[in-house]
């Protein structure tokens, strides 16, 4: 693999124009990702799910050259019917479109920073990875008070041109003071055996409200890792909602730095998985200073083979005092070799606090289909009900309600 | 000053601090082949038993000490320590309590173990141990009656080499991890228990260990084997004199459940905790694991541990027999500079099996205490259920709780539940407390016996009454 990192770099380092020193730093991430390697069941943090071996099983070998010079053209039917928003298009890796067409143009500002590497807290290898060969890089900057009309949706689409191929994306945000995002990550992909490593970056001023929802609905073989950070200054709040579906492999990380009184984070996600496909998320969430709180739920139901992950810290301070902090998941195992594991965590330096977690898995309830079923309803229909019920209660918990018919709409989920 | 005034002060200072001068024969210092045969040699050991050592050494050789546990404290120079010491006076092995060594029935006294007298009023089989070396057994006449073996591990490896050599290592293999493989390279003494098939132990065996000569790690073995339907409740209970060194000690405990047979093993640990300024104290690293080999087993680990500087262990339950039961029960408080990482495993293969977990934290001062657990329900093993409950209390904001617990299921027709909540004890409960007369400590020592109480419950009726006055002693001086 070294040689052709190497050689993939030299490919990629020509096409740009960099300054010695950007191209030394990049260089030097490169070397650090050699020496390291992807993580592997070795690294606590990846003990529930060895990417290095997912890798091998997968797609084999991994090209890390993506040529980005010609364009592609935007496949106007993938975006979403219904709902009025903005768009950012990402074709295999390479950004095509930002269009903010609903809002204030003077309000929203876009920032080339394509030079500047951001270091990642609580890092890992793959963080090097996305420093060497990512190519550009923007920050998108939402004004003081300003509040987006329209939700803005990011297109994350894939074709069949690009096979066992690494593409690394980063996105930086920055929320001013009272400001406010919605934001969805959409994942279409047609292509098959691709590793995608996305990183992105939140800074949410005081009173700023940040709603991520990523939904990786459609079916593929493609391999995802996805990395959130998230500082949250005073009165902030942030809401995550993880819709972990479609894709052979993803792990979805949340580090969520409560760093302002009276910050608020909330992470809730959904497992819906089959046929060998096998997720995780994990979250840590950082209580630094008093009266943060933060909340998490996460629900899986697993079928044929497939394995879900949850791994969850909550820290907490010594300055922390006054923290509510509360974690739950729980799955239903709809199969004999589905799989679930979790390890839900709590690390607490400070006495006033309010912290608890739950985590619970198991079959479905006999009882209950047998109830539906005594009242004449197939047991096919009374299991499908039950499974949505169960997931329904994630969904519910989406603030924004047009978005949350809209996530409704695609898992066919109905009240 | 009023009585219980008195007698809170002069509980403060670590009740069992004292050490008795007796000429020790030690094992040169260090580690190395030789150490081990001299070891296996003065025990008069028959080849199996020292080619067992030997090999747990090679394995040894290559294992590097764990590093990925919470409480981190400095290295330890393995060459620097004395792996063999026992009293002199042992040389000749007494045939009676009389011919004991004046002295160290002194300290025994002092210690308060029921040697003698008390031992057959209260029903308790006690084989103490005194350093490394067993000195007096007794109760054993009633015992052999019933056929029950209850002696020390290396008078059983002469007289019963066929049940040792069955089932010594079979759940703590030589081939562990770093202290277990310790503990089988250089173990010098502990306690062995083997219940016939049918018999339930008509009394709760017991153990006292204590730790004397300085600079000594102490390896205790044991190993308890219930045969066919029979059942037995074991006490453990340890005190060490105040040193100023570490002192390390790894044990091993092997549990062995055949069918329908029921191990109970209680601990209350109440080691040198080291000082207000966190010098010195125990280092506990044990590791005790327990087989529900046969169907309708069961295995019951209760333990309270209040001492050590360092407590590091996870009490284990390998359910492998259908119908097999695990359960774990715990108290761990910690105080001033104390560090504890403790919780259990619960692994499922058999169906139908059961393990319940409760464990309560308390931490105090400037200490740390983590759960650690797992849970694993195996593809096979169907129908199984765990239920987790740990609960945390906090007192001051110097000190840490954590909680990590790794839950893997495999089966979809098992149920996992795990609780964890983390709190303090809140300014109503404390207010009501002394509304009612009691001064703050005793309202706390109140209430935190409230927050335990699931778990003292399960202690035998001889340990509740000593580990209740232990949760109340443990936390003096951390309020106000």
């Not at chain 2, 778990?455 to 106000?480: T, Y």
Request: overall charge neutral.
């Amino acid at each position: 693999m070294k040689e052709q990192l190497q050689k993939d770099f030299d490919n990629n380092i020509k096409n740009l124009s960099l300054s010695q020193k950007d191209i030394e730093i990049k260089k030097f991430c490169l070397d650090n990702f050699i020496d390291k390697g992807f993580p592997n069941r070795k690294e606590e943090d990846w003990k529930f799910s060895d990417l290095n071996q997912i890798i091998k099983n997968n797609i084999g070998e991994l090209s890390f050259y993506n040529d980005q010079t010609s364009t592609s053209k935007v496949d106007t039917s993938v975006f979403v019917d219904g709902l009025e928003h903005n768009k950012i298009v990402f074709i295999n890796g390479r950004i095509e479109k930002i269009d903010f067409e609903y809002e204030k143009k003077d309000q929203i500002e876009i920032i080339d920073q394509s030079e500047t590497i951001n270091e990642f807290k609580n890092s890992n290898s793959l963080s090097d990875l996305n420093n060497a060969f990512t190519n550009k890089c923007f920050k998108i900057l939402v004004k003081k008070g300003y509040q987006l009309v329209k939700p803005l949706i990011i297109y994350h689409t894939t074709n069949s041109k690009i096979w066992s191929k690494n593409i690394n994306l980063r996105l930086n945000f920055e929320l001013d003071k009272d400001s406010s995002l919605r934001l969805i990550d959409l994942f279409n992909d047609t292509s098959e055996k691709n590793f995608l490593n996305i990183f992105y970056n939140f800074e949410l001023k005081e009173n700023a409200v940040l709603k991520n929802y990523k939904v990786d609905k459609f079916e593929n073989k493609n391999i995802k890792y996805s990395f959130n950070n998230i500082d949250q200054d005073k009165n902030s709040i942030s809401e995550t909602f993880i819709l972990s579906s479609g894709s052979n492999f993803s792990k979805n990380e949340i580090n969520c730095n409560l760093n302002g009184v009276y910050a608020s984070a909330f992470v809730n996600g959904v497992f819906s998985l089959n046929n060998d496909k096998h997720h995780e998320i994990r979250s840590v969430i950082n209580h630094l200073t008093e009266n943060t709180k933060s909340y998490q739920l996460i629900k899986s139901v697993l079928d044929e083979n497939s394995k879900a992950v949850y791994q969850g810290k909550i820290f907490v301070n010594s300055d922390a005092q006054k923290t509510d902090g509360y974690q739950l998941s729980k799955s239903i195992l709809l199969n004999k070799e589905s799989e679930f594991n979790a390890k839900p965590e709590l690390e607490i330096y400070a006495d006033d606090v309010k912290c608890s977690h739950g985590s619970a898995s198991g079959s479905l309830n006999e009882g209950s289909i047998f109830y539906l079923m005594s009242r004449g309803l197939s047991y096919q229909q009374s299991r499908e009900l039950l499974i949505n019920g169960f997931l329904l209660d994630v969904v519910e918990k989406i603030t924004d309600s047009e978005i949350k018919n809209l996530i409704k709409n695609m898992i066919g989920i109905e009240e | 000053m009023d009585n219980r005034q008195k007698e809170i002060n002069n509980l403060k200072d670590y009740k069992y601090g004292f050490s008795t001068d007796i000429e020790n024969i030690q094992a040169p210092k260090g580690l190395n082949e030789d150490v081990i045969k001299f070891i296996s040699n003065i025990k008069k050991e028959p080849a199996w038993m020292l080619e067992f050592r030997l090999k747990a050494f090679e394995r040894f050789k290559v294992l590097k000490e764990p590093d990925w546990q919470k409480p981190k404290f400095p290295k330890i120079d393995y060459q620097d320590l004395y792996y063999y010491s026992a009293p002199k006076s042992m040389k000749d092995k007494p045939k009676s309590l009389d011919e004991l060594d004046p002295k160290l029935l002194e300290t025994y006294k002092k210690l308060g173990i029921p040697l003698q007298e008390q031992a057959r009023l209260n029903g308790i089989a006690v084989d103490a141990v005194f350093d490394s070396v067993s000195v007096a057994t007794t109760f054993k006449d009633e015992l052999t009656k019933q056929g029950i073996i209850f002696c020390p591990i290396s008078e059983a490896i002469q007289n019963h080499p066929e049940l040792v050599k069955k089932y010594l290592g079979s759940v703590i293999p030589t081939s562990d991890h770093f202290f277990a493989t310790l503990n089988s390279a250089v173990f010098t003494d502990g306690s062995f228990v083997y219940i016939p098939e049918g018999v339930r132990c008509p009394m709760e065996l017991s153990t006292y260990f204590r730790i004397n000569a300085s600079n000594t790690g102490q390896f205790e073995r044991t190993l308890i084997i219930a045969d066919k339907g029979s059942y037995v409740s074991y006490l453990e209970g340890c005190t060490a004199p105040m040193r100023d060194e570490n002192q390390l000690h790894a044990a091993n405990v092997e549990l062995i459940a055949l069918d329908d047979a029921e191990i109970k093993y209680s601990t209350v640990q109440n080691w040198y905790p080291g000082d207000k300024d966190g010098k010195g104290g125990i280092y506990n690293f044990v590791t005790k694991r327990g087989l529900c080999k046969g169907k309708n087993s069961k295995i019951s680990w209760t333990q309270v541990e209040t001492g050590s500087a360092i407590t590091w262990k996870y009490p284990s339950c390998i359910l492998k027999g259908d119908n097999s039961v695990g359960e774990f029960y715990s108290i761990a408080i910690t105080n001033n500079h104390q560090k504890a990482d403790t919780g259990t495993k619960m692994i499922h293969l058999g169906k139908n099996t059961k393990s319940k977990i409760i464990s309560k934290g308390i931490s105090a001062g400037s200490s740390d205490m983590t759960y650690r657990g797992l849970v694993d329900i195996s593809s096979k093993a169907k129908n199984s259920t765990n239920y987790t409950q740990c609960d945390s209390l906090l007192m001051g904001n110097k000190c840490g709780a954590h909680t990590v617990p790794y839950i893997k299921n495999k089966n979809s027709e098992s149920n996992i539940a795990h609780e964890a909540t983390t709190s303090k004890i809140s300014e109503e409960q404390l207010h009501y407390c002394q509304q009612r007369g009691l001064n703050p400590e005793e309202a706390v020592g109140l209430i935190v016996n409230g927050f335990c109480k699931e778990v003292l419950q399960q202690l035998p009726m001889e340990f509740a009454v000593e580990a209740q006055k232990l949760v109340g002693i443990s936390l003096e001086g951390s309020v106000g």
